[in-house]
């Protein structure tokens, strides 16, 4: 762009630009703007991409409409039929608690019944009777097919052709398992059966092949054939309801729906059949198991009965029950505690009587007191002997105390009586508690003995007890077991006698009018919406891996730069009014960058800034100099320097010498004044050029004398602009920034690599370089630009002076309210 490309600033453009606000807060003390965060899908993005590879997209959906014409040509459309089938289900024990009738009880539940319908006890006889095994190339032959079997264990699988000539057959097999492709397997007349070597069992009516010279089919297992149909059944279930919902695709409509009948047909009768068997084997099984059941209860009860007769006469625990008491003790314990209450009298009493014998054995002599003081004594019939002996004693004890008391000791009578009751004491009373001992100890080891022997029976009662508990349990779970079995065993015979089936059919295939699948506008339709996809697919792909600048969230959020402005593209093939309004686009864009550039800048220090990009073409000089148009046509004092001393080509841009320039100033061959050149046509500007182009001149950047003259130029000037070489050229870009203090990156839509800038940034970083921001330049301004632009109705233009009204005509008009007002 050159300088007839901006328009003259007006008045109040000028005080716009001049006007003295401090920059923004985040940008002060020479910060940066913090990067854009990452946000959710950029849809502007993706619609951009969309339109800068439309082609491609659009030839990816040519390719898919004709790709899915073609498909329809050759794909044959698919027909699905359905098929309802009512589940009886809870059937048998539960409907006989609500008082049904006894059935057998539910043959399967849950998924068995999916697992059933596709079992191939159920899948293979369709197959076979159908003859799905066998599928010839044109359909229209399946008539001839509807004897075709096979013997499965002879059989060879593959395509076979049936060559037809004069009245004869030839039967090839074109490929397949065991024979070479193209090999005779079957010759002979037409009439005779076809195919036996390969396990065929088929004889086509000669009639039927008339007029035919060949016949390709495709032949394969019966149970090859189940697996595939079996995989285009779908079984759909609702919780808690009663029906399976079948469904069934075929290219075939009639064929389709038949299948699926005797599908629906084969699973009725092999559940009914099945069912009808289970119930007969469970009733088999109870009657087996009832005769066992019999038969342990009779062993159970035979045992209990021998166990009582054997211990019939040992004691138990069962207890008497007499009438009017509730309960008495058992005569067992009865006469154990007896005997041995019996036994401790009879050894207490024994060692009492021992011990006064004994006292008479020492001479204190037998009182009448002290044995009549033991209990056996007075009680036991067999101490009648000693009791009278102790009553004669007492007698004769009275009979001397009364002598006595008349006669004296040597009185006859008197010694008589005293010499009787002595022998009673010595003799008689001894020899009769002695034998009345001896009767005691007889006693009491008998009933020491009974009761060991009692002690011992008692004993051995739990033992018994327990035993017969044990038996009587047996009986009891033998006819428990033995009642629930010929109950069990009367219901099966019932329900075997009538069994109701657990399945039946709601609702048969019925042949559709219309294919419901693989129909010519689905699968162009189809075909069309997957290349469609895949093109854009392709498209955003190709727009991801681009490592070329395209859109500006990639200079905010990857290379974390402000945007300073969007100079957009001319297009000089829309016409000449489309061109006129760019122009318009472009001028206020660099108007927006000049107003950016300048509060970039830190406000403390003279703006000076260096304009530079990542590589060629970018378009660095011409933002550089229409920037320095733009200052100059504000009103400010600007000059341009061509840093570019490798290629820099600004004198022949603004039509100036180009020599002596940066590098003779720089070598000290040329003054100041003498390399200052001003721009023709614009009096605000200043130009100065880059000089001779020579190979040590990079290294005269980095003098300090560089330093020096940008200094000098920002105290004489209010603008300092450098157009530097890239930043990928070398060293040049890196050392006018520093002088400068400031920098502006010019990125090109289409042109940069986004890679080398972000690495040649990464060094501007560790530089004392303000990086002001990027100038977006080749930009349309559509898309994700579509809010750079600029209305333009609002146009700044130059307004045509209407004539001069006569005065008579004028009305006076309120400056602020634009009404008449006289």
């Known amino acids: 762009m050159t300088g007839s490309n901006i328009q003259p600033a007006t008045p109040r453009e000028t005080a716009v630009d001049l006007y003295q606000e401090g920059p923004p807060a985040d940008w002060g003390g020479g ?90 006890q159920i899948v293979d006889p369709i197959v076979t009777n159908l003859g799905l095994f066998v599928s010839p190339k044109d359909r229209a032959d399946s008539v001839l097919f509807r004897d075709f079997r096979v013997d499965q264990q002879r059989l060879r699988p593959g395509n076979y052709r049936l060559l037809l000539a004069g009245g004869r057959f030839d039967l090839r097999l074109r490929s397949g398992v065991e024979t070479a492709e193209g090999v005779s397997v079957d010759a002979g007349a037409l009439g005779d059966s076809i195919g036996r070597a390969v396990g065929f069992q088929w004889m086509p009516a000669r009639a039927s092949l008339g007029g035919r010279s060949e016949l390709e089919f495709n032949v394969q297992t019966p149970r090859e054939a189940s697996k595939t149909l079996i995989g285009k059944l779908k079984v759909d279930v609702q919780p808690s309801s009663p029906f399976l919902f079948l469904r069934l695709t075929g290219r075939d409509a009639r064929l389709t729906a038949s299948t699926l009948n005797a599908w629906v047909e084969q699973f009725v009768t092999i559940a009914t059949a099945t069912k009808k068997k289970n119930v007969t084997n469970v009733a088999v099984i109870l009657d087996g198991q009832l005769a066992y059941a019999a038969g342990n209860l009779a062993s159970a009860e035979s045992a209990l009965e021998e166990f009582r007769v054997r211990t019939v006469t040992e004691p138990t625990e069962r207890q008497t029950i007499a009438p009017g008491i509730e309960m008495t003790n058992s005569p067992v314990f009865d006469s154990y505690f007896r005997d041995r209450i019996m036994a401790d009298n009879y050894k207490r009493d024994r060692e009492t009587l021992e011990r006064i014998l004994a006292g008479a054995n020492a001479g204190g002599g037998i009182t009448r007191e002290a044995v009549l003081s033991v209990p056996m004594v007075n009680a036991d019939p067999a101490a009648e002997n000693l009791r009278k002996l102790l009553a004669e004693q007492a007698e004769r004890d009275a009979v001397l105390r009364r002598l006595r008391e008349s006669y004296t000791d040597e009185f006859p009578r008197v010694r008589e ?112 919406a997957a290349f469609l996809f895949v093109g854009l697919a392709l498209a955003i792909l190709l727009d991801q891996i681009d490592k070329r600048f395209r859109y500006p969230e990639q200079v905010t959020r990857e290379l974390g730069l402000y945007v300073l402005g969007v100079v957009p593209v001319i297009d000089t093939k829309k016409g000449r009014r489309r061109t006129s309004d760019t122009a318009a686009q472009v001028v206020e864009a660099f108007r927006t960058i000049r107003m950016n550039v300048r509060y970039a800048a830190d406000p403390s220090r003279p703006l000076a800034v260096t304009v530079t990009s990542p590589g060629p073409n970018d378009g660095k000089s011409l933002i550089s100099s229409n920037l320095a148009l733009s200052f100059a046509e504000s009103g400010a004092r600007t000059l341009l320097i061509d840093g570019d001393i490798r290629r820099g080509a ?101 042109v940069t690599d986004r890679k080398m800038a972000d690495a040649k940034l990464a060094t501007v970083r560790t530089l004392p370089v303000r990086i002001m921001g990027a100038v977006l330049n080749g930009i349309e301004l559509k898309g994700a630009y579509e809010y750079y632009s600029y209305y333009q109705e609002y146009a700044a233009r130059d307004e045509e002076l209407p004539a001069r009204i006569p005065d008579k005509t004028r009305k006076n008009v309120s400056l602020t309210s634009g009404k008449d007002v006289g």
């Not at 002695?434 to 060991?452: F, P, S």
Request: charged residues 20%.
């Open 31 to 120: 910060q940066q703007p913090e990067p854009e965060e990452e946000g959710g899908p950029n849809l502007s993005r993706y619609v951009a991409a969309i339109r800068r590879f439309k082609w491609l997209i659009l030839a990816c959906a040519v390719v898919g409409l004709g790709g899915g014409v073609a498909a329809s040509r050759f794909i044959e459309p698919e027909y699905e039929v359905n098929a309802t089938i009512l589940l009886e289900q809870g059937t048998g024990v539960q409907e006989r608690r609500n008082g049904g009738p006894i059935q057998g009880a539910e043959f399967l539940q849950g998924s068995g019944w999916q697992d059933l319908l596709r079992s191939y």
């Open 417 to 528: 009586e005293t010499e009787a009751l002595r022998q009673l004491r010595i003799v008689s009373i001894p020899n009769a508690m002695q034998l009345y001992l001896r009767e005691l100890r007889l006693r009491e080891e008998t009933l020491n003995a009974t009761v060991t022997q009692s002690s011992r029976d008692l004993r051995s009662i739990p033992v018994r007890t327990i035993e017969e508990q044990r038996l009587k349990r047996q009986v009891e779970v033998a006819a428990e077991m033995y009642r629930n079995l010929n109950l069990e065993a009367a219901k099966a015979k019932l329900a075997e006698a009538q069994t109701v089936p657990d399945v039946s059919v709601q609702d048969p295939a019925v042949p559709p009018l219309f294919p419901t699948q693989n129909t010519a506008p689905v699968i162009i339709a189809g075909v069309f």
């Open 650 to 750: 600004l004198g022949n841009t603004f039509g100036v010498n180009s020599k002596p320039g940066l590098v003779e100033y720089l070598e000290g061959t040329a003054l100041i004044a003498e390399v200052l050149q001003p721009v023709p046509a614009h009096e605000n500007l200043t130009l100065l050029p880059g000089g001779a182009r020579k190979r040590r001149g990079p290294e005269l950047l980095a003098t300090p004398r560089l330093t020096q003259l940008i200094q000098q130029m920002v105290a004489e000037y209010d603008v300092v602009i450098v157009d530097s070489p890239p930043l990928g050229a070398g060293f040049d870009a890196f050392a006018l920034a520093t002088a400068t203090g400031n920098m502006a990156v010019v990125m090109r839509a289409g």
